[in-house]
């Protein structure tokens, strides 16, 4: 051996080998730093850095051979001085060659070994789609598709209506590329995210959207000759080459004759280069207006934040579309779908803006029966009074468009309601891969892998909704929801603050700033955000307010006040079921366990619901409640048939129980109800531990009433008031806002 390491530095192994390391190292840097800056793909960088490791082996083995002089390169002689025999010479030559090119040759055998064995997958901005499990659906395209995102073209003009002129141009060119059903195409909200950004090149830009190919360009107006100059060029996005390029000069009013000519050669190149397919495509411009034109892009500007103010203005802006075109089917789409959300979003009443939105879309229809938004429309009109065919308009919108984002979206929502959760969650990364910068897009993923469990991959989404859009208010509900789950209620009453500085009447805030406020124990701030909801009349019917009513009454202990607020409650349409639950509810605290039992089995045996919503309504309260008042009557079977199928309803999400608060809390009571002691107190240490906060609760349940004379249960209930106590003081210190601040809206 020390022979042998002689002979390394006689040969100068060692010298050669940091030379190449000292100067290997600041090249790689170098050239991470200018290769995103050229714009070069990341396969360069990949090149040079097995380029790196292919040369330190050889260079190690040059070194060993022959050494660098002042008479030049020579060949090294043997033995360092003591002659070697040229076969010990060979030797160990060869061996040491022979050692390091194996270890070269295993190293990248391994590395294409382990590439061949994963599976392949698309990267979009936030969601990962696993190409070796394609989406389990047969709404989705399968197979990759080739994609482009169309960037807002920069007028070179300081006038505003030039710049909407730009983008209205752009919208149509959305329209017209995305009909084909072979090509992807990243929507609207996504492609505009990009507007007026300049610190990112066309590469990183189509990496992040998760596209093949870009096509941007600019458009020059001249108002004294009524001449416009459209540039567009085609990018292929992993290497940056120019497929296509090319200047219009047409006069002003040809503008839907340059669209049509743009899309044409667009889809030409791309069937030569990336579709391989030469089927004629129609292009039909939805509008040759071009004042329409504009002001529908503006429309569609507002109704993306999903604010009541902003909804407001975007219909406003459809409705000049039509007017400046009746014939423009897609503003009365747009119309109809600005109706509906205002009855989620705003303060329009349902039935008004239901009607309204029929009568747009009857319109739609009439100009053009095969408009993919206007049955995804529909579908989104019909999902609460009729699910069948709420669930046939968004198949057909997805046979006539792939491309547009917000059927999956809505289809997602309907099968969300209907308890498939799975579904529900491909339709909605379907729609975040169209669309990965729309913030309702990744509200609805994040939304989704909240319900699976996975929070933490849900606050990453949220980090990226609130930088693409710091304006929407789903995303500050969403945490503001998951901090509520943990019993971090301080916390998340700042996020549901910052959702109704966004948004003054969001419904969703409010109701979490009540309930938050409630299991804290802030009686005035309660009844704050109570008067607050109640200048919201739009969003809160008298029924809501007095069934919150109940719900506070309760927190506080005083189950006689919740129940006179209970008596005449009567909520109406999709919402009447919970009459049922409400008397069942007023009953089983009441000791009538008869009578709670008639309203809960109707309750369960509802039509329009299945088990799994009975299971699933108010944190599974009307099972457990259902079962231990048939355990009342001394009806076994029918309890047991109860505990055992709410038991299996939670197994289903049991992916979700080392961090779901309820899940626990649930199994503590199903235990109580089989009197396993042990099991239930085990379980409701667990529920406190993930965040279970409602010691009001478990105080006025009768299943628990007897545990509640236990000191082991007392410590458990103090240990929770102890933390209320602390979060009402941190919130004080913290959040010392005036309530005058929110007393208007």
Known sequence: MDSFLAQLRQRQVFKVATIYAVSAWPLIQIADLAVPALGLPDSVMTLLLQIFLVGFPMSLIFSWLYNFTSKGIVRVKAGGGQENSPQANIKTTLSVAGTLTLALVVTLACQLWLEGQAPQKIQTSAVTVDKAKPLDTNLLSEGKKESIAILPFVPFSKDVEDEFFADGMVEELLNLLAKIPDLQVAARTSSFAYKGVSNKTIVEIGRELGVDTILEGSIRKNDTSNKIRVTAQLIKVNTGEHLWSETYDREYRDIFQIQDDIARAVVDKMKITLLGKSAPFEFVAETN?????????????????????????????????????????????????????????GNLPEEQANLAAKEALNTAFELNPNLAAAHATQGLLLAESDPEKAEQ????????????????????????????????????????????????????????????????????????????????????????????????????????????????????????????????????????????????????????????????????????????????????????????????????????????????????????????????????????????????????????????????????????????????????????????????????????????????????????????????????????????????ARSEDKNSFLLAESDTF
């Open 289 to 345: 207006n071009v004042d329409a034109m504009v002001a529908f892009g503006k429309g569609q500007k507002e109704l993306a934040h999903r604010t009541a103010p902003s909804i407001n203005e975007a219909l406003q802006h459809f409705q000049e579309a039509a007017k400046l075109d009746t014939e423009y089917a897609r503003a009365y789409v747009a119309i109809a779908e600005a109706n509906i959300l205002l009855a989620l979003y």
């Open 393 to 728: 308009s968004f198949k057909q919108a997805i046979s006539i468009n792939p491309n547009y984002a917000m059927t999956y979206m809505w289809y997602g929502s309907l099968l969300q309601s209907n308890g498939d959760i799975s579904g529900a969650h491909k339709l909605f990364e379907q729609a975040y891969v169209l669309d990965p910068k729309s913030p309702v897009a990744a509200y609805n993923v994040a939304w989704c892998y909240y319900q699976a469990g996975s929070e933490k991959k849900a606050m990453d989404i949220f980090s990226q909704i609130i930088s693409n859009d710091p304006y929407y208010p789903g995303a500050y509900n969403l945490v503001g929801d998951i901090l509520a789950t943990r019993g971090r209620l301080d916390e998340s009453i700042s996020m549901y603050k910052r959702a109704i500085d966004v948004d003054p009447v969001n419904k969703k805030a409010i109701k979490g700033l009540l309930i938050a406020n409630m299991d804290m124990g802030k009686i005035e701030q309660t009844q704050h955000w109570f008067a607050y909801a109640g200048k919201a009349e739009s969003q809160f019917s008298a029924a809501d307010i007095s069934f919150m009513q109940a719900r506070f009454y309760a927190s506080q202990g005083d189950i006689n006040k919740a129940l006179n607020s209970l008596k005449n409650i009567k909520f109406t349409g999709e919402k009447s079921t919970m009459n049922d639950y409400i008397e069942g509810e007023s009953a089983y605290y009441q000791g009538k366990y008869s009578q709670a039992i008639t309203a809960f089995e109707r309750l369960l045996n509802a039509e329009s619901i299945n088990d799994d919503y009975f299971y699933y309504l108010a944190e599974g309260q009307s099972a457990v409640h259902l079962a231990y008042a048939y355990l009342q009557v001394e009806k076994l079977e029918q309890a047991n048939n109860i505990i055992d199928g709410f038991a299996q309803f939670l197994e289903k999400g049991k992916a979700k129980k080392s961090n779901d608060p309820s899940y626990y809390y649930n199994i503590a009571l199903i235990n109580a109800l089989q009197d396993n002691k042990v099991d239930t107190y085990q379980y409701l240490q667990a529920a406190i531990d993930t965040g279970w906060v409602k010691a009001w609760q478990a105080d006025l349940e009768p299943i628990l009433s007897q545990m509640n004379k236990e000191q082991q249960f007392s410590q458990m209930m103090g240990g929770i008031r102890a933390r209320l106590a602390t979060m009402r």
